[in-house]
């Protein structure tokens, strides 16, 4: 089936991650001729048969099913993927068994011959080259996360097909959008059905792209394909000024975080020589498959060979240079006899500093900061709600804010501690921040998206103190259970007639119960309830902090912070859930129209209430440590992981303590919002906020508001002073709206007078108009020779020809 | 004859050159012009028969470009006919002053 399958099993993932590509650009090539034949199909013959063929006036769901099935087989692929993977590695020695290859893209210097090995000593020092390489690379981590985005877009897919119904007609009323003239009527448009596939096949093709590459270059495309895709998908209801806005914030916010991300590509490219991950991590921590330490030197002298003397010092002491390991495989490791302060001499070896080491690791994770929406980049999320449900739930949950968490725990080896300390603390203050602003929200997706925010938060803030597997499982387990309250959360949109305000629901249990149970899960999941997914990730998340707390217990902000948005999670979460289902209806009217969604919504709903439900699960249940996903992805953890051993040991030792802290943060909560929304009914406006607290976590801690003060309105007045710099036209129209030209005036004389002395007239339009203006006169003055007078052009060739010859007798003598 | 006649012929072929180039520089009659053209050639010509004569290098060559002139000259002398004719059509007139729509 796919050429070198026995020899490369790896190439099964670039086949599912194409085939999202495919469908995409088969459905952008329909769209197409559908435009194209569009204007003919009145003729009849081939034009109109294709048109039609292609949907005619209505929107052909024929393109939803094609990217469904698509993404069947993607999942498909993905699980079967992830069983050989699983099988081959179990049976194999190494432990970080990985499938990869690469193949050279942009190649610039010698090329190599085709009977050479690439890595030989002599191949590669006869190689000036510079190689932009591409290729794939699965471990246990890719493997499992291509599963899971696999399989959460697929019942993503599968329930936008109800939900996105009304796209299906020929003209769809959109009246929460103003139309561009007629301010009171609501907009009309065709049905955007097969588009919405179409980003949403393009969303997941760049988010699986973006697990198997193996290099920051292709890491870096998808993750601009991600955005851009969420650019279109936020702002899929274009008309609605409120959508295009989000849109362009979430892209702006991202723009600000790759910006940070490019940086840190190129400090990696032109420091590290490559943008291979494997080979970064082996130039940064030695041959033996980049596991080992950061060695910081001191350099005493260099010469033209390279670098010379270097004083190798110990970690603990502020060296300025990081050095930088050789790729090939040299036998000369000085290292390991020396120790301190010894001087070696290094012919293969180089050095760079040690702040741009830090800058890299802080670019990037400034991309994830801005990809995964974490404090001070988080505002975009929430906004981001403005897009169909479905797109929400493939953003929350599979495709978009993952990246962001995979991307830190993929360059885990090449962050400088300080790093990881700024990783763990924006995490922190994310994951209390945004539940807090989620505490009082009454838009049912907003607080889901609020809940987001904090949950990656504490994914960053185990990453950052070395949970790796603790901050990956939790990825994982909360797209499960992000998706199911997502798409839970849609059911009930799509069922209410697009109302999303809490306080107009209520009571809906006995009208939708399976959206109400399904939904059920996805709150104990979250909660951190035990033997529920959320339990596994959370608890290794929290015994992570609590060693944080007896080893370093300075850093109080830390572990409080989580312990805090623990109850808090649990506390609005019940709320939502209390709120939505329980109760009696607060809007009559609505509550009658009420009923269950088909079964093409509620099925999705029910896979992941499964998997919310036991995707973690091993034997024994009861050990968090026993989590079959959470062994899977220990598979997969980088060797340095281990520096972090002070903290992990600690946190094992008292692992019983911190469950039972953590289920009594979660207990207290649940029972917090059971006390206030579940024993008596509460009515819309005790749903309101009064409080001085209350209006600020309302209004979001005013984020918005700062933002807009110290960045968007300057750079506003600052683009709007330099447009009326340089605005030739509206000056000209003011002053002929000033002084309207007579007929019998000269035009000349009504621009002098009219135009007032402008900025740019006396620097650089001044400068250019000048030397433009000597051109033409320039041009003006040759121009009278030109005559066109033929007797004068003879008169002038003989002249000439005298002089030459005169000229010739009197030098020549 | 010696070298006197040489420089006879050379004279000539000189008094004719200019002959053509004032023709050309003072008549407004496209004919004229043409003439003009045709005393600068055939002063050309003149000049190589001379040197065919008078020169042994170039015994063959004189000739042969000599010939070459001539062939040219009805060759030019037809195309610019042909200018002319056209231009007349046109402008009902073989004033070559009025001719000048090409100017800068």
């Known amino acids: ?813 | 004859m010696g070298e006197m006649g040489y420089y006879a012929v050379l004279l000539l072929g000189a008094w004719l050159f200019v002959c053509g180039v004032t023709c050309l520089a003072l008549k407004r009659n496209a004919l004229g012009v043409l003439m003009g053209v045709e005393l600068v050639l055939n002063a050309a010509n003149v000049n190589l028969v001379a040197a065919a004569r008078y020169t042994p290098a170039f015994r063959l060559e004189g000739q042969i470009f000599a010939l070459l002139v001539i062939v040219l000259a009805a060759a030019e002398a037809a195309v610019a006919l042909a200018i002319m004719l056209h231009y007349y059509n046109t402008y009902a007139t073989v004033d070559v002053d009025k001719a000048q729509q090409l100017r800068g």
């Open chain 1, 1 to 813: 089936m796919i050429p070198g399958w026995e020899a490369t099993p790896g190439r099964l993932y670039v086949l599912a991650t194409a085939i999202p590509l495919v469908v995409t650009l088969l459905l952008a090539l329909a769209g197409m001729l559908r435009g194209w034949v569009r204007p003919l199909r009145a003729r009849g013959g081939v034009a109109q048969t294709l048109y039609w063929v292609l949907g005619g006036d209505v929107p052909l769901r024929a393109g939803a099913y094609l990217a469904v099935a698509g993404m069947t087989l993607t999942a498909l692929l993905s699980l079967l993927g992830l069983t050989l993977f699983l099988t081959q590695t179990a049976t194999a020695d190494s432990a970080g068994g990985c499938w990869a290859e690469r193949i050279d893209w942009v190649r610039v210097g010698p090329m190599v011959a085709p009977g050479d090995a690439l890595g030989t000593e002599n191949v590669a020092a006869a190689l000036p080259a510079l190689a932009l390489q591409v290729g794939y690379r699965i471990d246990a981590l890719t493997a499992v996360l291509f599963a899971m985005v696999a399989v959460v877009s697929l019942c993503i897919f599968v329930f936008a097909l109800g939900y996105m119904d009304e796209e299906t007609q020929a003209v769809v009323e959109d009246h929460e959008a103003q139309h561009q003239y007629h301010r009171h009527t609501p907009v009309r448009r065709r049905g955007r059905f097969g588009r919405f596939y179409l980003f949403l096949s393009l969303f997941c093709f760049a988010m699986l792209h973006l697990l198997i590459a193996d290099n920051l270059f292709q890491i870096f495309v998808s993750w601009e394909l991600v955005g851009v895709c969420s650019f279109w998908l936020i702002g899929f209801y274009q008309e609605r000024p409120s959508a295009s806005q989000a849109a362009n914030k979430a892209f702006i916010m991202n723009r600000v975080g790759d910006a940070g991300f490019l940086i840190g590509i190129a400090i990696a490219w032109s420091h590290l020589g490559t943008l291979n991950l494997d080979e970064i991590f082996r130039r940064l921590r030695g041959a033996e498959g980049g596991a080992g330490e950061i060695r910081r030197v001191q350099v005493l002298s260099t010469s033209e060979a390279g670098l010379e003397y270097v004083v190798v010092t110990g970690n603990d002491w502020p060296a300025q240079h990081v050095l930088l390991h050789p790729l090939t495989e040299q036998k000369r490791e000085v290292f390991r006899d020396a120790t301190e302060s010894a001087t070696a001499n290094l012919h293969d070896y180089t050095v760079m500093p040690y702040w741009l080491w830090l800058v890299m690791g802080l670019g990037i994770f400034l991309g994830c900061v801005g990809k995964s929406a974490q404090w001070p980049l988080h505002t975009w999320l929430p906004d981001a709600m403005e897009g169909p449900t479905p797109v929400s739930a493939l953003i929350h949950a599979a495709t978009m804010v993952a990246a962001g968490v995979y991307l830190v725990g993929r360059c885990f080896p090449l962050f400088a501690p300080e790093v990881f300390l700024t990783i763990a603390y924006v995490g922190a203050i994310t994951a209390f921040l945004a539940a807090t602003i989620a505490l009082v929200q009454t838009d049912i997706k907003r607080i889901l998206a609020y809940s987001t925010c904090s949950q990656l938060g504490l994914m960053f803030l185990a990453l950052g103190l070395g949970g790796w597997t603790a901050g990956l499982l939790h990825l994982v387990t909360h797209a499960f259970f992000k998706a199911l309250l997502f798409l839970g959360a849609g059911s009930v949109i799509h069922a209410c007639g697009h109302v999303q305000d809490i306080t107009r629901l209520g009571g809906l249990y006995r009208k939708m119960p399976i959206t109400a149970l399904t939904m059920l899960v996805g709150v104990l999941a979250i909660a951190g309830f035990p033997f529920l997914s959320g339990w596994y990730s959370k608890e290794r998340i929290l015994s992570q902090v609590m060693g944080l707390g007896l080893y370093q217990p300075e850093h109080i902000l830390l572990w409080l912070l989580p312990l805090l948005t623990t109850i808090m999670t649990s506390y609005y979460m019940f709320r939502l859930w209390l709120t939505v289902f329980t109760g009696p209806p607060r809007d009559k009217q609505l509550h009658d129209q009420v009923h269950e969604s088909p079964a093409v919504m509620t099925v999705p709903l029910l896979v992941l209430a499964v998997l919310s439900g036991a995707g973690a699960w091993g034997w024994p249940l009861w050990e968090v440590e026993a989590s079959w996903l959470g062994q899977v992805l220990e598979k997969a953890q980088p060797a340095m992981v281990r520096e972090f051993a002070a903290i992990t040991e600690r946190g094992h030792q008292y692992h019983t303590w911190t469950g039972i802290v953590a289920l009594a943060c979660t207990l207290v909560g649940a029972a917090a919002a059971y006390l206030w929304f579940g024993r008596t009914p509460v009515t819309a406006e005790q749903l309101q906020v009064r409080t001085l607290v209350g209006r600020f976590l309302w209004q979001k801690w005013y984020f918005d508001e700062a933002y807009e003060a110290i960045w968007v309105r300057p750079t506003v007045r600052l683009a709007s002073g330099i447009a009326a710099a340089d605005k030739r036209s509206t000056t000209v129209e003011a002053g002929i709206a000033a002084h309207p030209p007579s007929p019998d005036r000269s035009e000349e004389t009504t621009a002098e007078e009219a135009t007032p002395p402008r900025f740019d007239w006396g620097t650089l339009d001044g400068w250019l108009n000048s030397l433009g203006d000597a051109a033409a006169s320039g041009g003006a003055a040759v121009q009278q020779w030109q005559s066109g007078r033929l007797r004068l052009y003879v008169l002038t060739l003989a002249l000439t020809v005298v002089v030459l010859l005169a000229m010739l007798v009197v030098l020549a003598g």
